[in-house]
């Protein structure tokens, strides 16, 4: 397990450094960023697609470990890239969001509730 050890600041160095020496920077807008991270999750979402219920998926998360870590994979580095191009702290962003989302489901409320906020 490298998750305890590596910083999103070494990935997104990593995620630079490849991008850098191919000189795609020049294709990263933020629409295409933004449709790269879609595009990659509907892939990820590709893998689920037959799956009758949430057994079936989590044995299809076994059998395709290696498509699923890739497609994951994928997702993060195109959402570093992005937080690269446009100066976005990944962290702050998650730790803000975190808080946010905490107002918005407060525990009391929401606990075990499968329901949307405007819902609760
Ligand atoms: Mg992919």
Same mark, same amino acid.
Request: aromatic share 8%.
């Given at each position: 397990?490298?998750?305890?050890?590596?910083?999103?600041?070494?990935?997104?160095?990593?995620?630079?450094?490849?991008?850098?020496?191919?000189?795609?920077?020049?294709? $990263?807008?933020?629409?295409?960023?933004?449709?790269? =991270?879609?595009?990659?999750?509907?892939?990820?979402?590709?893998?689920?697609?037959?799956?009758?219920?949430?057994?079936?998926?989590?044995?299809?998360?076994?059998?395709?470990?290696?498509?699923?870590? $890739?497609?994951?994979?994928?997702?993060?580095?195109?959402?570093?890239?992005?937080?690269?191009?446009?100066?976005?702290?990944?962290?702050?962003? =998650? =730790?803000?969001?975190?808080? $946010?989302?905490?107002?918005?489901?407060?525990?009391?409320?929401?606990?075990?509730?499968?329901?949307?906020?405007?819902?609760?």
């Amino acid at each position: 397990m490298i998750d305890k050890t590596t910083t999103i600041a070494e990935l997104q160095q990593k995620a630079a450094s490849f991008i850098n020496e191919r000189n795609w920077r020049q294709f $990263h807008g933020a629409k295409n960023l933004s449709m790269a =991270i879609t595009l990659e999750a509907a892939e990820l979402m590709e893998i689920f697609t037959w799956a009758r219920d949430q057994k079936e998926a989590a044995q299809l998360v076994e059998e395709k470990k290696e498509a699923v870590k $890739h497609e994951l994979a994928d997702i993060v580095f195109a959402t570093l890239v992005f937080c690269d191009e446009f100066n976005i702290d990944l962290s702050e962003a =998650i =730790i803000e969001k975190i808080a $946010h989302n905490a107002k918005k489901y407060p525990i009391e409320k929401a606990k075990g509730m499968n329901k949307k906020y405007n819902e609760l």
